[in-house]
């Protein structure tokens, strides 16, 4: 959200947009992690296969296993079917898929992931970072890089992909309803340089162009504009409940107090009905495109 960018109620972590997922380093070590490595292990030497001949039957490297079997790194999905099939192992690994999943992504942010991966409607203000749902990979590559004290490279890999497998929101069915008001400032601000900003302003032309999806831009010439608290995230799930994310200097706060959510969406009202309208939005960028 701003990636939400958690149960409900009210968390403290790192954020998510531009300045998202804050913590240093990953929590790779979360108990899930452990199980299933544990668990990887154990049907592994019941197949009385080594590392390296279970690595090459799978196309894994030997440390790679090594890390998975240790809990400190997320296998991918993939690799998940491979060793249930391979090891014979009746879907208990499968089972544990979405879980480990989740375990790419830091603690605090673990519940907003899965919220965001349910939820019918996503409304997103960002004024710092071009939101992590419409990123590219070059651009989310710029963000990590930035941060300080830095991240480790496995760290930088790790983030890429647990954002990257967040833009599947876009492949559901029934699609969501997501709707984005960003600060001109944020597509102005070449982060990674103009090329990765050429880029980036591309996949904003082209994911707005999906109907599900309302790209609003917030001049910065306007002389009123409801966002100055910051950026912020609204997830409405099905049934009617609405929960808010907020975010800064590496804290992040979910929000599910009726009352206070419902001023946040009424603030984000003001705000779309502040910035430009969808479509001049999308001619904004253009233009600006054809300008760097």
């Known amino acids: 959200m701003s990636e939400p960018t958690g149960p409900l109620g009210q968390i403290s972590g790192g954020g998510e947009s531009g300045a998202d997922e804050r913590p240093p380093e990953p929590d790779t070590n979360s108990g899930v992690l452990r199980v299933f490595g544990r668990q990887l292990k154990r049907f592994r030497l019941r197949a009385g296969l080594e590392r390296p001949e279970f690595g090459s039957v799978t196309g894994y490297s030997v440390s790679t296993i090594a890390a998975y079997e240790q809990g400190r790194r997320v296998p991918p999905p993939r690799f998940i079917d491979q060793a249930d099939e391979v090891l014979d192992a009746g879907g208990v690994l499968q089972e544990l898929k979405e879980e480990v999943a989740r375990a790419q992504y830091p603690a605090f942010f673990r519940d907003a992931a899965r919220l965001e991966g349910e939820a019918v409607e996503v409304w997103v203000y960002a004024s710092q970072a071009v939101p992590g749902l419409l990123q590219t990979e070059k651009y989310m590559r710029a963000v990590f890089g930035m941060w300080r004290p830095p991240l480790n490279e496995e760290t930088v890999e790790q983030r890429v992909a647990a954002r990257l497998a967040r833009q599947h929101v876009f492949d559901r069915r029934p699609a969501p309803l997501l709707s984005f008001v960003i600060d001109e400032a944020v597509v102005r601000r070449p982060l990674g340089g103009w090329?990765?900003?050429?880029?980036?302003?591309?996949?904003?032309?082209?994911?707005?162009?999906?109907?599900?999806?309302?790209?609003?831009?917030?001049?910065?010439?306007?002389?009123?504009?409801?966002?100055v608290?910051?950026?912020?995230?609204?997830?409405?799930?099905?049934?009617?409940?609405?929960?808010?994310?907020?975010?800064?200097?590496?804290?992040?706060?979910?929000?599910?107090?009726?009352?206070?959510?419902?001023?946040?969406?009424?603030?984000?009202?003001?705000?779309?009905?502040?910035?430009?309208?969808?479509?001049?939005?999308?001619?904004?960028?253009?233009?600006?495109?054809?300008?760097?």
């Open 195 to 227: 090329p990765v900003m050429r880029g980036q302003l591309e996949q904003l032309l082209l994911v707005g162009a999906h109907r599900n999806v309302e790209i609003q831009i917030m001049p910065l010439d306007r002389e009123d504009n409801a966002g």
């Open 229 to 292: 608290d910051g950026p912020f995230t609204l997830l409405n799930r099905a049934g009617g409940d609405q929960v808010a994310y907020l975010e800064a200097q590496g804290r992040s706060t979910m929000v599910s107090d009726r009352r206070e959510v419902q001023g946040i969406a009424s603030r984000y009202g003001i705000i779309r009905a502040q910035a430009l309208p969808p479509r001049e939005s999308l001619a904004f960028v253009e233009k600006l495109l054809g300008e760097v």
